[in-house]
């Protein structure tokens, strides 16, 4: 069940900080337009049937697994796609220099991590313009044309809306449910046997970078080794979402 008071002062954000972007926003777009198979539709599963699986993490609160993350991608020679907000962006541009800086794809996961069916079209544009912004400054590098709703909430117009700003609505087939930390009741054997369930050709997994408690206490950046030696057990493969701009046209 959604908390309405929670979401009125998400939705309050927007007055205060959107509008602050400007003209560079407003300007700002997104890079290649994605292909007519990933419009139209939350993405939860790549179109394809291939034993592969997409690595995804998700960047909003703080950056405390970022390293440990890194290293162990780099460690994989495996890919993954980043999707910052915008206010984690100006926060942490040192952290989002980083993922573009290890060769790693960029996403978009709104300004303020509001919730997308409670705006106007107008003030959803502001939240992926703003954030798309935010990022290019950050990171110095052009952020992918993939959208990831915040809350994983979205209603048919606000995927249409997003669309035509040129964005993929990508979502996961799975979220390890890491950032819920200890407190949560997750554990890294937890974390590790969500990442498992989801597997199928195709699968994307929901990770994140940080823990929502902001303990320093990151599971999923603990599990991620386990996560990729279970995928390869199962003999799947590692795939980079930027693969899919052109696959799947």
């Known amino acids: ?93 040192a952290a989002v220099r980083a993922m573009a800086a290890a060769g790693h794809g960029l996403g978009n996961h709104s300004h303020s991590h509001p919730y997308f069916d409670d705006l106007a ?27 990831r709703f915040p809350y994983s909430s979205a209603t048919e117009d606000a995927v249409a809306d997003v669309n035509a700003l040129g964005y993929a609505a990508i979502e996961f087939t799975d979220d390890t449910n890491g950032y819920l930390g200890p407190a949560g009741g997750m554990t890294v054997d937890k974390v590790v046997r969500r990442a498992v369930r989801a597997l199928g050709p195709g699968a994307i997994l929901q990770l994140h970078v940080g823990s929502s408690a902001g303990d320093g206490v990151v599971l999923d950046a603990q599990a991620l080794p386990r996560i990729v030696d279970a995928l390869l057990e199962e003999e799947y493969a590692v795939v980079d979402l930027r693969e899919f701009l052109t696959a799947a046209r």
Request: hydrophobic share 50%.
């Open 121 to 147: 079209t107008a003030e959803r544009e502001r939240e992926v313009r703003t954030a798309d912004a935010a990022i290019r400054t950050a990171s110095g590098a052009e952020p992918l044309p993939f959208f």
């Open 1 to 93: 069940m959604v908390d309405v008071g929670r979401r009125a002062a998400m939705a309050a954000l927007l007055g205060a900080g959107l509008v602050a972007a400007g003209s560079a926003a407003a300007a700002a777009a997104a890079g290649p337009r994605p292909p007519a198979s990933l419009l139209g539709q939350e993405i939860r599963r790549l179109p394809t049937s291939r034993r592969v699986v997409a690595l995804t993490f998700n960047a909003a609160w703080d950056e405390s697994g970022l390293e440990t993350v890194l290293a162990e991608l780099r460690r994989r020679k495996a890919a993954a796609t980043f999707f910052p907000t915008g206010l984690f962006a100006r926060a942490r541009p």
